[in-house]
């Protein structure tokens, strides 16, 4: 895999990451956002309980 669609991979994936944290938000059942995201509810599960990186988990102090 070349660096470009390495690249866009990674992008694609912080994309699905950040939808799931709106469906979430919304009130969505892990079910539910599988669907609209097209993955299984496992792959949902797992996103969801992988760590977040830097230590403030990319929340700035006020």
Same mark, same amino acid.
């Given at each position: =895999?070349?660096?470009? @669609? %390495? ?5 694609? +994936? ?5 939808? =799931? =944290? %709106?469906?979430? %938000? !919304?009130?969505?059942? +892990?079910?539910? =956002?599988? @669907? !609209?995201?097209? *993955?299984?509810? $496992?792959? *949902?599960? $797992?996103?969801? !309980? ?5 230590? @403030?988990?990319? +929340? +700035? %102090?006020?």
């Amino acid at each position: =895999m070349s660096g470009l @669609d %390495e690249e866009i991979l990674k992008e694609l +994936q912080m994309l699905r990451k950040l939808k =799931m =944290m %709106e469906l979430t %938000e !919304a009130g969505f059942p +892990q079910s539910k =956002m599988a @669907d !609209a995201l097209g *993955v299984s509810t $496992r792959t *949902v599960r $797992r996103l969801m !309980a992988s760590p977040k990186k830097g230590k @403030d988990n990319g +929340q +700035q %102090e006020t």
